[in-house]
């Protein structure tokens, strides 16, 4: 069966620290996907990253940055020097790639409050 | 792109009551996904279609739930009666094949 497992349920850091978000996640597919999602407290659902199981390489987009690992399953994200817009709730999602992408299995999400 | 628009954006209806969500998708996308998030579940994926069709229904918690796409810019999910436990935000999503999906602003149902 698929999960995805955050086991950080809230996080809070000052601003301009660093903190990375934890996602694991369970599979027996060779072939899927996995997301991370923002929800940002107006509640709407803002999508971050897509990486398929074949690309293990890692990705920076500005201060966000996601650390793929297939040996321990994992798929961590990891802002670099926060700001109190990054407040937010952050989803992993894990998706078969069989199935419909948008078909996701969400994690509990984890959420990061920024302070100034 | 406007994005996936959803209305109504806040819903309160009293138990036993018809409530009617509405979605509009992004233009081109053949996908579309129903979720709904609550504090105890979190985010759970209801029904999904493809090319208008729906492919899997599965997470729909009961008859009282029904969703139709009749055109490819259209859907709605019915819940008919309502309970106090459809109390949720209710998520409207689509996307390409194989690519991410956009989700809408969400729908914020109160059943009282």
């Known amino acids: 069966a698929q999960k995805v497992t955050q086991a950080q349920t809230e996080i809070s850091v000052v601003e301009k620290e660093d903190v990375t978000l934890d996602c694991v996640y369970e599979?027996?597919?060779?072939?899927?996907?996995l997301f991370w999602y923002k929800q940002p407290p107006s509640g709407e659902l803002v999508f971050l990253i897509r990486?398929?199981?074949?690309?293990?390489q890692n990705e920076i987009s500005g201060r966000y940055s996601w650390n793929f690992q297939k040996s321990t399953s994992s798929f961590n994200f990891t802002i670099t020097a926060s700001q109190v817009v990054d407040s937010a709730v952050y989803f992993c999602?894990?998706?078969?790639?069989?199935?419909?992408?948008?078909?996701?299995?969400f994690g509990q999400g984890t959420t990061l409050q920024v302070k100034p | 792109d406007a994005g996936v628009i959803q209305s109504p954006r806040h819903e309160v209806t009293e138990m036993g009551q018809e409530v009617t969500l509405r979605c509009k998708p992004i233009?081109?996308?053949?996908?579309l996904f129903w979720y709904r998030q609550t504090m105890m579940r979190g985010l759970e994926l209801l029904i999904y279609?493809?090319?208008?069709?729906?492919?899997?229904d599965s997470g729909m918690p009961e008859d009282r739930f029904s969703a139709k796409m009749p055109n490819a810019s259209f859907s709605t999910l019915k819940i008919q009666p309502s309970e106090p436990r459809d109390s949720a935000v209710y998520f409207c999503?689509?996307?390409?094949?194989?690519?991410?999906?956009?989700f809408g602003q969400g729908t914020r149902l109160t059943v009282v």
């Open positions: 599979t027996r597919d060779t072939t899927y996907y």
């Open positions: 999602a894990l998706s078969e790639a069989t199935s419909n992408t948008g078909k996701l299995i």
């Open positions: 999503a689509s996307s390409f094949p194989r690519l991410e999906a956009f």
């Open positions: 990486r398929n199981s074949f690309d293990e």
């Open positions: 233009s081109g996308h053949n996908s």
């Open positions: 279609f493809n090319n208008n069709v729906p492919i899997d």
